[in-house]
């Protein structure tokens, strides 16, 4: 079986973070394991508190996984503060490991920050460069290209900035911009349109946008899905492919959990077959 390390925060409800990573590791058939970087309070109405873990801890994590169960792929999440960023870029160097999936996760979308803001340059120019793909979403992707992204051509030039810094994959994930009118394709229908700029070309990878609210993890799952299909031997474009209709598949099988946001429905490839 192929193995993913997810290197990420806690989140106390189960819809994002390293309970999300590993719920979309199991689904698609992979083993998931964690190094878990800070612990949030949170639930579906937002973050109340957050703990950030002390640096050799996660490193003694990291090095715990490696030396017994070498992962395939790894996903990085929240990493709370520029001291995380950098132990963790050390223990990616130290144990040589392959398939990196950065999602560089700044702020949830009820508004807390998961990142320091002056984390930022340790993580573009210390981590970035050792990524073989970043996820970010429109104001990740914002803060990293240094401009406002209001349209699909913003993203394309956005995409080309980002990746003009190192040598990966870029994958700007449009959920922010759906339903706003900013990409809606001809036929007028709204759609998730998410843009991968790898190995200098751009590929749009577009799916029906669901009218749900429940969407809490969504970013989670798409990057821990991408790292469990490039550990399963799939190419970048592919790996893609294959995490987005995995997506969207738990977004559309709709789980209603929560007094606010929700999350996702993991399990939705059984629910189906069961019926
Ligand atoms: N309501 C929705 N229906 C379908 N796909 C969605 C929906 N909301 C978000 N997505 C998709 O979920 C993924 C992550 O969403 P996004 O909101 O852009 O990032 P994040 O969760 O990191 O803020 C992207 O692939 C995006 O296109
Ligand atoms: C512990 C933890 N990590 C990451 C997030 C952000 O989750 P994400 O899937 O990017 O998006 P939202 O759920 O915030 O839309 C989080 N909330 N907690």
Same mark, same amino acid.
Request: glycine letters at 10%; proline letters at 3%.
């Given at each position: 079986?192929?193995?993913?390390?997810?290197?990420?925060?806690?989140?106390?409800?189960? *819809?994002?973070?390293?309970?999300?990573?590993?719920?979309?590791?199991?689904?698609?058939?992979?083993?998931?394991?964690?190094?878990?970087?800070?612990?949030?309070?949170?639930?579906?109405?937002?973050?109340?508190?957050?703990?950030?873990?002390?640096?050799?801890?996660?490193? %003694? /994590?990291?090095?715990?996984?490696?030396? &017994?169960?070498?992962? &395939?792929?790894?996903?990085?999440?929240?990493?709370?503060? =520029?001291?995380?960023?950098?132990?963790?870029?050390?223990?990616?160097? @130290?144990?040589?490991?392959?398939?990196?999936?950065?999602?560089?996760?700044?702020?949830?979308?009820?508004?807390?920050?998961?990142?320091? &803001?002056?984390?930022?340059?340790? #993580?573009?120019?210390? #981590?970035?460069?050792?990524?073989?793909?970043?996820?970010?979403?429109?104001?990740? +992707?914002?803060?990293?290209?240094?401009?406002?992204?209001? =349209?699909?051509?913003?993203?394309?030039?956005?995409? !080309?900035?980002?990746?003009?810094?190192?040598?990966?994959?870029?994958?700007? @994930? *449009? *959920?922010?911009?759906?339903?706003? *009118?900013?990409?809606?394709?001809? &036929?007028?229908?709204?759609? %998730?349109?998410?843009? #991968?700029?790898? !190995?200098? /070309?751009?590929?749009?990878?577009? +799916?029906?946008?669901?009218?749900?609210?429940?969407?809490?993890?969504?970013?989670?799952?798409?990057?821990?899905?991408?790292?469990?299909?490039?550990?399963? !031997?799939?190419?970048?474009?592919?790996?893609?492919?294959? %995490?987005?209709?995995?997506?969207?598949?738990?977004?559309?099988?709709?789980?209603?959990?929560?007094?606010?946001?929700?999350?996702?429905?993991?399990?939705?490839?059984?629910?189906? =077959?069961?019926?």
């Amino acid at each position: 079986m192929k193995t993913v390390l997810t290197i990420a925060g806690s989140d106390s409800s189960g *819809g994002a973070g390293i309970q999300a990573d590993l719920k979309t590791m199991t689904e698609l058939g992979t083993f998931g394991m964690s190094a878990i970087t800070a612990i949030t309070a949170q639930n579906t109405c937002g973050v109340n508190a957050v703990l950030a873990l002390p640096c050799d801890m996660i490193s %003694a /994590q990291i090095d715990a996984v490696c030396d &017994d169960i070498f992962p &395939d792929a790894v996903k990085i999440g929240m990493l709370a503060n =520029s001291q995380i960023v950098e132990c963790v870029a050390a223990s990616i160097k @130290k144990n040589a490991m392959k398939n990196i999936v950065l999602d560089p996760v700044m702020v949830s979308t009820s508004g807390h920050r998961l990142l320091d &803001d002056d984390a930022s340059d340790a #993580l573009i120019n210390v #981590l970035m460069p050792l990524a073989d793909i970043i996820t970010p979403n429109i104001p990740e +992707a914002e803060c990293l290209a240094g401009m406002k992204i209001a =349209s699909k051509a913003d993203m394309i030039k956005a995409a !080309g900035i980002i990746a003009g810094s190192f040598d990966g994959a870029v994958l700007i @994930k *449009g *959920g922010h911009l759906a339903n706003t *009118g900013a990409n809606c394709i001809e &036929d007028s229908t709204n759609v %998730a349109a998410d843009l #991968l700029y790898h !190995g200098g /070309q751009t590929q749009w990878f577009e +799916a029906e946008f669901v009218d749900n609210p429940n969407t809490h993890g969504t970013g989670c799952t798409l990057s821990s899905a991408i790292a469990s299909e490039l550990a399963k !031997g799939a190419d970048m474009p592919e790996a893609v492919r294959k %995490a987005k209709a995995y997506l969207t598949g738990a977004i559309k099988a709709g789980l209603n959990l929560g007094k606010g946001r929700g999350p996702l429905n993991h399990a939705w490839q059984n629910t189906i =077959s069961d019926c």
